[in-house]
T-cell receptor
Framework: GAVVSQHPSWVICKSGTSVKIECRSLDFQATTMFWYRQFPKQSLMLMATSNEGSKATYEQGVEKDKFLINHASLTLSTLTVTSAHPEDSSFYIC????????????????FGPGTRLTVL | GQNIDQPTEMTATEGAIVQINCTYQTSGFNGLFWYQQHAGEAPTFLSYNVLDGLEEKGRFSSFLSRSKGYSYLLLKELQMKDSASYLCAPMDSNYQLIWGAGTKLIIKP
C-alpha cells in the first residue's frame, strides 16, 4: 500500500525546452504532495508543497515561474520545468502524504521513484 | 535554526549489527521518521517515532529520546542489500520534514 508513481523516470531535453513530470498516488488520496530536488551526494531539498485545488507554496529561492506546479486532484500533481537549462539537471522526486492506515502515520510521506532530468 | 547531525558514512559486516545515531534541533517537534535511500533511488519509509522509547520492526528498530533530541536506527543481521543511505527526518511544528544528508552505510562481506 501507499504507492506513488512518477513519470517519466528519466528525461533528456535540449536547453530552453519545457519538461512536465507527473506524480500520482495510486492507492490513496493525497491531501498534500511535495516536490524535491536532489543533487548527487546531497540532501533532499524541498522545492514546494501543494494541496489539491490550491496554489503551491514554494520554498525560498525556488522560482515559481520556472517550476510550475499543478495539483489538479487528490491523486495527481505535476511539476513543469519551464525553459530548462543545464543547471536544472537533477533528480526530481515527489512525495505524497495522506495515506492513513498505511505503514506509517497519516503524516508519512511516501515517495515516487524519482525523475532524472538531464538538460543538454 | 533547524539542523540534523548524523555520521556521514559507516561500514559494517554482513550478519552484524549497526546503530546509526541522529541528533536534531527543530522548531517544534511532531515525531521523527527514518527513511532508507538506495543510490539513485527515492527514499522509502522505514519507521516513525513520536514517543520516547524503542519501536521494533523486524530487523530494524528505532529509538527516540525527545528530551535529548536524539534518535537511533538499529539494524540487525545485516544483509548486503542494506547498503544504502539512511535519513533521519524529524517533523517540525509545521509538519514539515527536516532533511539532512543522511548516513551512507556500507556493508562488507
Amino acid at each position: 500500500g501507499a504507492v506513488v508513481s512518477q513519470h517519466p523516470s528519466w528525461v533528456i531535453c535540449k536547453s530552453g525546452t519545457s519538461v512536465k513530470i507527473e506524480c500520482r498516488s495510486l492507492d490513496f488520496q493525497a491531501t498534500t504532495m511535495f516536490w524535491y530536488r536532489q543533487f548527487p551526494k546531497q540532501s533532499l531539498m524541498l522545492m514546494a508543497t501543494s494541496n489539491e485545488g490550491s496554489k503551491a507554496t514554494y520554498e525560498q529561492g525556488v522560482e515559481k515561474d520556472k517550476f510550475l506546479i499543478n495539483h489538479a486532484s487528490l491523486t495527481l500533481s505535476t511539476l513543469t520545468v519551464t525553459s530548462a537549462h543545464p543547471e536544472d539537471s537533477s533528480f526530481y522526486i515527489c512525495s505524497a502524504r495522506g495515506g492513513s492506515g498505511r505503514e506509517g502515520p497519516t503524516d508519512t510521506q511516501y515517495f515516487g521513484p524519482g525523475t532524472r532530468l538531464t538538460v543538454l | 535554526g533547524q539542523n540534523i547531525d548524523q555520521p556521514t558514512e559507516m561500514t559494517a559486516t554482513e550478519g552484524a549489527i549497526v546503530q546509526i545515531n541522529c541528533t536534531y534541533q527543530t522548531s517544534g517537534f511532531n515525531g521523527l521518521f527514518w527513511y532508507q535511500q538506495h543510490a539513485g533511488e527515492a527514499p522509502t519509509f522505514l519507521s516513525y517515532n513520536v514517543l520516547d522509547g524503542l519501536e521494533e520492526k523486524g530487523r530494524f528498530s528505532s529509538f527516540l529520546s525527545r528530551s535529548k533530541g536524539y534518535s537511533y536506527l538499529l539494524l540487525k543481521e545485516l544483509q548486503m542489500k542494506d547498503s544504502a543511505s539512511y535519513l533521519c527526518a524529524p517533523m517540525d511544528s509545521n509538519y514539515q520534514l527536516i532533511w539532512g544528508a543522511g548516513t551512507k552505510l556500507i556493508i562488507k562481506p
